[in-house]
Nanobody
């Protein structure tokens, strides 16, 4: 069973920054599409950013220009650098691994105060 472990969440004031990390126990990491999702209270889970095996990244319109997704294949880790955070970014952030089977992390809470 593959495990994804997120870290880096916390409480930050609006305009601040946080960096999330997600490390996977998968044996072959480089080939998989990796994603960050988030779920705010009372809302559906939404895609925030994705990064493919060729390092191509895509973002939700709401985070473009503020968030950056990256990956370190040697460490089997993805990151989400979040800058200029807004209260609307408050959510539980989840790491997701695509492939023949899909896996989710346990989530990490990000709270942005106004």
């Amino acid at each position: 069973q593959v495990q994804l472990v997120e870290s880096g969440g916390g409480l930050v004031q609006a305009g601040g920054s946080l960096r999330l990390s997600c490390t996977t126990s998968t044996t072959i990491f480089a080939i998989y599409l990796m994603s960050w999702y988030r779920q705010a209270p009372g809302k559906q889970r939404e895609l925030v950013a994705q990064i493919g095996s060729q390092m191509h990244a895509t973002y939700a319109d709401s985070v473009k220009g503020r968030f950056t997704i990256s990956r370190d294949n040697a460490k089997k880790t993805i990151y989400l650098q979040m800058n200029n955070l807004k209260p609307d970014d408050t959510a539980v952030y989840y790491c997701h691994q695509s492939g023949p089977f899909t896996f989710w992390g346990q989530g990490t809470q990000v709270t942005v105060s106004s």
